[in-house]
């Protein structure tokens, strides 16, 4: 391997290969915003379908995506659950209080990790109360959940949060931006990871390699609302089909993300090795304890090892552009530090 930096930073950072490329020059196109992009609508069936959900809508981002799903459900003042550190209030710089006009409520992870109980569901939703008291409408899940370390939720785990949520009276977003990361380590379809929720956000540009996109999901109604939704917000596209197409062949990859799982679980492993503080990881993310942060992130760039801080630890994500052989040479390059 080159001296080039290993990029471990994120699964965002990989590039489209020759035969995303090659997909994306031969897509067939349309103006979207008029008459449906015809790739871009291919996109949306198939990802609807693997989903076990009506209909999808393309956006140019998982932020966006997320945003489009609180704004259709809930009104000004509403209250919103979430796993502390979910990315929907820690990484979205408060869109879902500012734009979507949502009150967020972090429950606690009770059960380990980015995940929460029923118990802590039901606890923070409450009662209904006078007309003047705050009103809890919507549980919003990650799966996986990032910050804590890509985390996974279980199916039984899944069930038992939407059915709690539907006991309190609670409509239910499911951040599934790392579903497919999810899915994978438990070897189930996505739909079993989606069942019962009223919408989902999936993101197809970490770890399945696009160069951009996301999809909001949920009913057909929903879709018609969010399209317009997503026009307000500016996120309509012209011959979205170019980057549809990348889309479609991004989804196909799915199970190739086991890759990037075993090659996280090769990190932790040789980090331990080297005496580092590292959580096991379920799925493409290492999360490190370090007595200096900035400074020891200082010094893996200095080595050229790329990462980032992420709840005071060291994070370092595995992609399909630095696999097994990155983390060889990661290795050997963060050993280094110890000489």
Known sequence: MSDQPIDLRSDTVTRPDAAMRTAMAQAEVGDDVLDRDPTMQAL???????????????VPSGCMGNLIALTAQLRRGDVFLAPAGAHVLIAELGTPAWLAGGMPVALPHDLGPGRVSPAAVLAAAGAPGPYYTLRSALLCLENTHNSAGG???????????VA?????RLRVHLDGARIWNAAVALGVPPASLT????TVQVCLSK????????????TAGFVEEARRLRKM??????????????????LARRDE???????????????RELGWEVTAPETNIVLATVADLPGTLQRLAEVGVLAVPMSGRVRFITHRDAGADAVEEALRRIAKLGQ
Do not use: F, I, M, Y
């Not at 985390?151 to 949060?161: G, I, R, Y």
């Not at 069942?195 to 009223?198: R, T």
């Open 44 to 58: 949306e069936v198939e990802v609807a379908g693997v989903l076990g959900v009506e209909a999808a809508l393309w």
């Open 257 to 271: 993300l086991a890759e990037d799982h075993a090659a996280a679980s090769a990190l932790a492993s040789g980090l």
């Open 195 to 198: 069942a019962g929720v009223d």
């Open 233 to 250: 917000l500016g996120g309509g596209v012209r011959q979205g089909g170019v980057l549809a197409a990348a889309g479609l062949v991004a």
């Open 207 to 218: 770890g399945l390699g696009a160069p951009v996109g996301s999809l909001v999901a949920g």
């Open 164 to 168: 709690v949520a539907r006991q309190a």
């Open 151 to 161: 985390t996974v939720t279980s199916v039984a785990d899944h069930a038992a949060l």
